[in-house]
């Protein structure tokens, strides 16, 4: 089956393709909302956090793992199915993130936790509440060894 989507708007941000590596809760970024919708903005600036979805827009045609890649970058991850990772070469090149909202002026929201390069189109914007919390819990150990900061999070 296919369907087609439409770009709501675009991210502008400093982070580019090329570049250091940034920590994701570090980058500051605006999602530029296209003026016809601007009127559905209204109201989200009453939220701390939103779910945002994006297309990895600069993924190059074609470039996608198999069924299988390693967990962590390199070889020292156990191999797992594409669908038990967060890379972004899957069968469709979807980004979703959960931002801090830190404003909204007219049609562009400034957040801050958003792992899309500049120009990425912006599929949909979601706020994020109390009942998309989750508690306590269970994922892979090979995916802690560079988040500790998490750990209390996560059940053992």
């Not at 580019?16 to 003026?35: F, Q, T, W, Y």
């Amino acid at each position: 089956m296919s369907f087609q989507v439409i770009s709501i708007g675009f991210v502008r941000t400093e982070w580019k393709r090329e570049g250091p590596r940034v920590e994701r809760h570090e980058i500051v970024s605006e999602l530029v909302v296209d003026k016809k919708y601007e009127d559905a903005l209204d109201g989200i600036d009453e939220y701390s956090h939103l779910f945002v979805i994006f297309w990895f827009h600069e993924l190059r045609h074609g470039r996608k793992h198999g069924l299988k890649m390693r967990a962590k970058r390199g070889q020292e991850g156990p191999l797992v199915g594409i669908f038990a990772t967060r890379s972004y070469g899957r069968p469709n090149p979807i980004g979703l993130a959960v931002v801090d909202l830190l404003r909204r002026e007219d049609n562009i929201l400034t957040v801050r936790g958003l792992d899309a390069f500049d120009g990425s189109p912006i599929l949909d914007i979601k706020p994020y509440d109390h009942l998309d919390r989750k508690l306590r819990i269970k994922v892979p150990d090979w995916t802690l060894k560079t988040i500790n900061r998490s750990a209390s999070l996560v059940q053992r």
